[in-house]
């Protein structure tokens, strides 16, 4: 579904990309329903433990079928997270912790973006989830917000721990052969240009979306128009069935119209985002709707494509004649994602970009710290990149990476103490594993 507060050529942050799918749609079916631990009064179901067990596994490049014992050993970690979870969920409702919207809806984008890529689409996804995208779509939202007011609450109890000068020494003695070295890496910001489509591009889909609404309203099935022209790949062939959904699920502009349909009433054309719209309201349950809808998405040409490079091009050479990279970001770039963070990607070893943007590998090659590449275009548009630095592979030392092994040695004992905290919440609240987690 492309109505959602998410865009296909978004370039996201590179860090986030990390889910490589595995599974197949034989595998996702494959999950039950029965109590498996209850949580003081909430159930944790056997679903709830196979699907965070699937996306670990996707996460980690495990396939359940030919892997059934590292499989059957990630379920095993998920109860205990799914538990841990709730003790701490438990915890941040006694705090009154709650997670601000704009914070969940900004990693939504992130995840759902993150996922979209690297499965091939929201078909795709569907498939392999065995859901709905408006269902993996409320799940995510639903976990994110849990997993943001848990972090609020850990990081209130953690905020104050700190770590001596000895403790790092210390820690660094311990733990200096499982540290490791430094890979080779590259802090990285960029600049993009994605094609647009154009005025002729917008004024033929216009047309193609209200004949469509016209055909509507002489009597034509909506469900079958939206099997045959509608680009939504994610409700096309559900007759653009939505399901039942919440406000803030949807865009501004499609929520505002739909919210305001009576059942069965079909809406004017709707622009969003992602197109041109024809919503029809099916039922209305106290605050939640079931829709369908038709979306007509405006496409670049081969034109349109061809200004994105010129536009590219054209501000290589302002930033090679002397102009300002941030100021430069701020104009042009459309990543809306790295734009208030002056465009910085972030910092990505090599052997990492090489898995998810290759094509970054090859144009920062020769380029020196502080410098540009050439344009370079990926599935998301046209960028130009900026070298902030760049590390050689080495060992770490005291002397040179004193701020690093300080981070490190906090965090060892952040997660210890974590643990000890955690545990005595644990003995304050009901805990009982039912079940056990079967092969």
């Known amino acids: 579904m492309r109505i959602q507060k998410f865009a296909h050529g978004r370039m996201m942050v590179l860090a986030a990309l990390i889910i490589f799918c595995t599974l197949t749609p034989a595998v996702s079916q494959q999950i039950l329903d029965r109590i498996v631990a209850v949580v003081d009064d909430d159930a944790i179901l056997e679903s709830e433990i196979v699907q965070d067990a699937y996306l670990r596994a996707m996460q980690l490049r495990i396939d359940p079928i030919k892997q059934q014992e590292e499989f059957q050993k990630l379920k095993e970690s998920s109860l205990e997270s799914l538990i841990n979870q709730k003790v701490l969920l438990i915890q941040a409702d006694k705090d009154t912790v709650k997670a601000e919207q704009r914070n969940v809806d900004s990693y939504l984008e992130q995840q759902m973006q993150s996922v979209l890529q690297q499965v091939g689409g929201e078909e795709k996804l569907e498939e392999q989830m065995g859901s709905s995208i408006t269902k993996i779509r409320r799940t995510y939202r639903e976990q994110i917000e849990k997993n ?5 609450v850990q990081n209130a109890k953690m905020a104050n721990i700190k770590v001596s000068r000895r403790e790092v020494e210390a820690f660094f003695k311990d733990k200096k052969d499982s540290v490791g070295t430094i890979q080779e890496s590259v802090d990285i910001s960029h600049i993009l240009i994605q094609p647009k489509a154009g005025e002729e591009a917008r004024k033929l889909a216009l047309e193609k979306i209200k004949s469509i609404r016209e055909r509507i309203v002489k009597g034509e099935d909506f469900a079958q128009l939206a099997r045959d022209n509608s680009e939504d790949p994610g409700s096309a062939a559900r007759g653009g069935d939505l399901g039942f959904m919440s406000r803030g699920d949807f865009v501004r502009e499609f929520e505002e119209t739909a919210f305001n349909l009576q059942p069965g009433e079909l809406s004017d054309v709707v622009e969003t985002q992602f197109g041109f719209h024809i919503i029809r309201l099916a039922e209305r349950r106290g605050e939640k709707i079931h829709a369908q809808h038709i979306l007509i998405i405006p496409k670049p040409s081969h034109a349109d ?3 994105a490079a010129d536009k590219i091009k054209s501000i290589y050479n302002e930033l090679k004649g002397g102009a300002d990279f941030l100021a430069m970001v701020d104009k042009y770039s459309m990543d809306q994602s790295t734009k208030n963070r002056q465009g910085h990607l ?13 094509e970054f590998v090859y144009a920062l090659k020769d380029v020196q710290v502080g410098g540009y590449s050439e344009p370079v275009h990926t599935q998301y548009g046209f960028h130009i990149l900026r070298l902030n630095a760049r590390e050689e592979p080495r060992e770490l030392s005291l002397d040179k990476d004193w701020t690093r092994i ?13 643990k000890k905290w955690l545990d005595e919440l644990k003995e304050n609240v009901y805990i009982e594993i039912k079940e056990s987690i079967g092969s």
């Open 346 to 358: 972030g910092i990505f070893e090599i052997d990492q970009l090489r898995e998810t943007a290759k």
């Open 406 to 418: 300080e981070k490190m040695a906090l965090d060892y004992k952040t997660q210890r103490e974590f």
């Open 305 to 307: 494509e061809v200004a």
């Open 148 to 152: 943001l007011r848990i972090q609020m």
